[in-house]
């Protein structure tokens, strides 16, 4: 069993910075692919970044590329979304999810309930 739990998230201010984690409460992490999405109010949900189950692959959307990094400690059963530079536009409720593949855009087979980023300017 998947059980996905994500923390971190708060108000910042512009060009401040935020470290999520997600961390799996049931068994172990390792063998799972994992991402980050964000949904804004009013707006779709949409794929921030996402890392394979051994960290050899990453993927980054073009709105976060060189400002947030993905990274996991499988021994930790945890996945970190450490966000730097950021912007208002960033405001949304970020969510991890874990599948068996390293496929960013999904299909995924489980989801965290999400952890609200308000970025402040």
Do not use: H
């Not at 536009?89 to 874990?98: G, I, P």
């Amino acid at each position: 069993q998947v059980q996905l739990v994500e923390s971190g998230g708060g108000l910042v201010q512009a060009g401040g910075s935020l470290r999520l984690s997600c961390v799996n409460s049931g068994r172990t992490f390792s063998t799972y692919a994992v991402g980050w999405f964000r949904q804004a109010p009013g707006k779709e949900r949409e794929a921030v970044a996402a890392i394979s189950w051994s960290g050899s692959s990453k993927y980054y959307s073009e709105f976060v590329k060189g400002r947030f990094t993905i990274s996991r400690d499988n021994a930790k059963n945890t996945v970190y979304l450490q966000m730097n530079s950021l912007k208002p536009e960033d405001t949304a409720v970020y969510s991890c999810a874990a599948a068996s593949q390293f496929r960013p855009m999904g299909p995924y087979d489980y989801w965290g309930q999400g952890t609200q980023v308000t970025v402040s300017s």
